[in-house]
């Protein structure tokens, strides 16, 4: 089984406005879109609380438990260490044999 490292917090395109700048520096980028990078995620309240570990500019550890309203969250991924985090490119599916039934007309 893969180790786990954390989370991947998504939210609704107006939690993200809402929460305007104050959110941005806790914000990464990537292809489905922005995201909170978590260690630990508790779900068990009204606010999702979610703990980040960092560096602070002097090379000195720091956590932050950052709270949001459970109700502003999209999704939440469980990113493993099998690769970073991502989502990649999916291969097209075969194309249909002329003749043969697409999956509504079997």
């Avoid at 993200?16 to 914000?27: R, T």
């Avoid at 949001?68 to 490119?89: A, E, H, K, L, Y």
Wanted: a negative charge; hydrophobic letters at 40%; aromatic letters at 6%.
């Amino acid at each position: 089984m893969n180790a786990h490292h954390g989370y991947a917090v998504f939210f609704y395109p107006q939690a993200l406005e809402a929460l305007g700048e104050a959110i941005k520096p806790y914000l990464r980028e990537s292809g489905m879109g922005a995201h909170v990078a978590c260690d630990e995620i508790d779900t068990g309240g009204a606010m999702i609380e979610m703990t980040l570990r960092g560096r602070t500019e002097q090379g000195g550890e720091v956590t932050v438990e950052l709270m949001v309203p459970g109700s502003m969250v999209r999704m939440i991924v469980s990113t493993q260490s099998d690769g970073s985090f991502g989502f990649g490119p999916r291969t097209a599916a075969p194309a249909a044999v002329a003749g043969a039934p697409t999956a509504g007309e079997a």
